[in-house]
């Protein structure tokens, strides 16, 4: 059965740094690209990164370009997400999916972990 | 970037049929998905490709597309089809962008 286990968050200081991660299980990790994605309390989703199956092309929204940076460890099925420069306004629960086979779609996500910026 | 206009919320009557448009100038060069969140739990694929179905939901759940929009139309609401809504498209330079999200209430 596959699943996406995240882990990681946190309350952290602005300014500060933070390190999520997502267990993947379930089906071949390498063969996907990984998406990070997220939802501040009662807002709407909110891309933030996506890495290629291979690990070798990075994608990233606008609002997190430079301060974050998505990972992979293809070995031990494991995506990371590197959140630094931390604001208030990152504060979200941060959810990893993985990529459909044959669509920009996120087929299938896990159930997210909640990072708290404080002021 | 670009985006992508839901109507924030719908209302229908059990056994009714809702449906929730999602508007933006990428949709008519790109593909379109949709996700289902019940409240506290993660989003779930329920549409892809503007009209696939996933394997595992429901038939009354559908999918359609007409030049920069796209709809879900869920035929024979339930009551615990009660949840948000969101569209999701891509501008081709993997660019991602989530729609504003509808919340679906069933009366």
């Known amino acids: 059965q596959l699943q996406l286990v995240e882990s990681g968050g946190g309350v952290v200081q602005a300014g500060k740094s933070l390190r999520l991660s997502c267990a993947a299980s379930g089906f071949t990790f390498s063969d996907f690209g990984m998406f990070w994605v997220r939802q501040a309390p009662g807002k709407e989703l909110e891309w933030v990164a996506l890495i290629s199956y291979d690990g070798i092309k990075e994608f990233y929204a606008d609002s997190v370009k430079g301060r974050f940076t998505i990972s992979r460890d293809n070995s031990r099925n494991t995506l990371h997400l590197q959140m630094d420069s931390l604001r208030p306004d990152d504060t979200a629960v941060y959810y990893c999916?993985?990529?459909?086979?044959?669509?920009?779609?996120?087929?299938?996500w896990g159930q997210g972990t909640l990072v708290t910026v404080s002021s | 970037s670009f985006d992508l206009t839901q109507p924030p919320s719908v209302s229908v009557s059990p056994g009714q049929t809702a449906r929730i448009t999602c508007s933006g100038d990428a949709l008519s060069k790109q593909y379109a998905h949709w996700y289902q969140q019940r409240p506290g739990q993660a989003p779930i694929l329920i549409i892809y490709?503007?009209?696939e179905r996933p394997s595992g939901i429901p038939e009354r759940f559908s999918g359609s597309s007409s030049g920069t929009t796209v709809t879900l139309t869920i035929s024979g609401v339930q009551a615990e089809d009660e949840a948000d809504y969101y569209c999701?498209?891509?501008?081709?330079?993997?660019?991602?962008?989530f729609g504003t999200g509808t919340k679906v209430t069933v009366l």
């Open positions: 999916a993985k990529q459909h086979s044959s669509a920009g779609a996120l087929d299938h």
């Open positions: 999701q498209s891509a501008d081709g330079f993997n660019t991602y962008v």
């Open positions: 490709k503007d009209t």
